[in-house]
């Protein structure tokens, strides 16, 4: 009977140990404060990811395709990426262009604040009734040679040997070469940093296994980002099978990491 | 001999002058790339917004919107939550705003929507075919959430077959 009292008195002093260990380490997981953003309640979306700590991604290869068959224009990409980088008024990291088709072949472009209102009404300054109506996403282009890079006279735009084509704003002293010499007319000279600007396909996320803010919110899938190294990704599947695709500009020689579906003769 | 003294002054000075990390990966600041990694992230997933509103979640999930992100509606989550604490409240749209916000998609004047991905209307017509007021809001019969939940609620409770529009 002794033998039974104390055996439960003892398990009595573990039980209240644990329960005081227990509370002690909970109370305590409120204090500690979380990260900027508690990324481990947001499930990775690129595998792999957060556990890369060098200064280079090992073992992809990232491509960014855009589906202008798919495109609906809403302009969700574009209030994204004005959330995720609180890019100044009048200045557009990424862009949606509406191109329209009248039935004398005639093309007009327009974009008005870069899409980032959406597109709500109709073009009224057309002499010809419409034919088609279609729109274009912009955003970098990620060259493998890109010529941004080749012009900066300091070193404040670079390659990294992942091919993300990033800017330093600390190196950057605005000089503004590299406007000039992207064939895509995708920087701009910041207006708060005076440096220049553009978009990095969100380097950032990417980093810590999210996609690019564009590609996660576009509701009909018109913005696809993945790793052509695996060969099960939709990005190594529509590259690599019968499609539509094309890059902007391949005159240039750039040879842009960024492939549009269904590409149009009057884009190009 | 001057001109040694030229170029060791010039070495001198470049490494002065040159960021630490100058050159390590090639000609850049090495560091750059870790200045650009830690830029903070503003927008979440729509999991992340999801986790803490488990109501939304369903409604969000089951209908036709489940592809709609919550922060092109709502704002950024960064704006919402900060160090695991709720920062601020986001704006819910209301009214016309909510109209614009719906006609940024569904809007078939525009033209240029693949037919197969969405479903198109025109205003005021697809009021006028429904029998309603025109300058009814389209939240009073969709929910921005689920936006056919309610009109087939509504449906199921007059024993209406669904229409083929």
Not at chain 1, 111 to 131: K, M
Not at chain 1, 158 to 180: N, P
Not at chain 1, 256 to 266: A, D, I, K, Q, T
Not at chain 2, 146 to 155: D, G, I, S, T
């Amino acid at each position: 009977m002794k033998e039974i009292e104390r055996e439960i008195s003892q398990d009595r002093r573990t039980f209240i140990k644990k329960v005081l260990g227990g509370s002690i380490a909970g109370s305590l997981l409120l204090v500690i404060p979380a990260g900027a953003m508690d990324l481990s309640r947001i499930p990775e979306q690129i595998p792999g990811m957060r556990q890369e700590e060098g200064p280079f991604i090992q073992g992809k290869k990232f491509a960014f395709i855009v589906d202008i068959t798919r495109c609906i224009g809403c302009g969700s990409c574009c209030v994204a990426d004005k959330n995720e980088y609180k890019v100044p008024d009048g200045n557009y990291r990424t862009w949606v262009e509406r191109y329209i088709i009248d039935d004398h072949d005639n093309v007009y472009v327009d974009s008005p604040n870069g899409g980032l209102d959406g597109y709500q009404e109709p073009r009224q300054d057309l002499p010809y009734p419409v034919r088609d109506t279609f729109f274009v996403p912009k955003l970098c282009n990620m060259c493998e040679h890109p010529s941004c890079v080749q012009v900066c006279p300091v070193g404040a735009t670079f390659q990294t040997k992942d091919g993300f084509v990033l800017i330093d704003s600390k190196r950057c002293v605005g000089c503004g070469y590299c406007v000039q010499a992207c064939p895509y007319s995708v920087r701009f000279i910041n207006p708060e940093t005076r440096t220049a600007d553009k978009c990095t396909w969100c380097y950032h996320r990417v980093r810590k296994g999210l996609l690019p803010a564009c590609v996660n919110v576009c509701p009909v899938q018109a913005r696809k980002f993945g790793d052509l190294n695996d060969h099960e990704s939709e990005v190594y599947k529509i590259l690599h099978q019968p499609h539509v695709i094309s890059v902007l500009k391949p005159d240039m020689g750039n040879k842009p990491s960024l492939h549009y579906v269904g590409l149009r003769r009057e884009v190009v | 001999m001057l001109l040694v003294i030229i170029i060791v002054a010039g070495v001198v000075v470049r490494g002065k002058v040159l960021p630490k990390s100058f050159g390590q990966y090639g000609h850049y600041r090495g560091d750059a790339i870790f200045d650009e990694m830690q830029r903070p992230i503003r927008n979440g997933t729509n999991a992340s917004c999801l986790v803490c509103h488990p109501y939304i979640r369903e409604m969000h999930l089951s209908g036709v919107h489940h592809t709609v992100s919550c922060e092109f509606c709502h704002g950024p989550v960064a704006d919402h939550v900060k160090d695991g604490k709720v920062i601020a409240k986001l704006p819910k749209k209301q009214g016309k705003e909510i109209k614009r916000l719906c006609l940024r998609c569904h809007n078939q004047i525009i033209r240029a929507r693949p037919k197969e991905s969405i479903k198109m209307i025109s205003m005021p017509q697809h009021l006028e075919e429904k029998h309603v007021r025109t300058d009814h809001i389209c939240n009073q019969c969709h929910n921005v959430h689920a936006p056919l939940m309610w009109v087939k609620q509504a449906r199921a409770m007059v024993g209406v077959e669904e229409d083929s529009k």
